[in-house]
């Protein structure tokens, strides 16, 4: 039996939210791993912001899409 690390870092992160939205986002932090290991602030604050959706699904939904949007924005598209 293994043990399953996933790197996510803040392009993993804009990348799938431009392909596939929000909730891919959200598989890719809480299924399928045994362990993440994070890098850079978005990435960062994304996970931390995981913590709501227990709490409150809807709310943490959209700060987690809103956040991340903002994030899309400032890099753009050429890179």
């Not at 929000?22 to 809480?30: M, P, R």
């Not at 809807?58 to 991340?68: F, K, P, Q, Y």
């Amino acid at each position: 039996m293994g043990f399953h690390k996933r790197y996510i870092d803040d392009e993993q992160v804009i990348d799938i939210y431009r392909k596939n939205g929000c909730q891919a986002v959200i598989d890719w932090f809480t299924k399928g791993a045994d362990a993440t290991i994070l890098s850079g602030p978005l990435s960062e604050k994304v996970s931390m912001l995981m913590n709501i959706l227990p709490h409150d699904r809807e709310r943490g939904w959209n700060r987690i899409s809103e956040t991340i949007a903002n994030a899309s924005i400032e890099k753009g598209f050429d890179s």
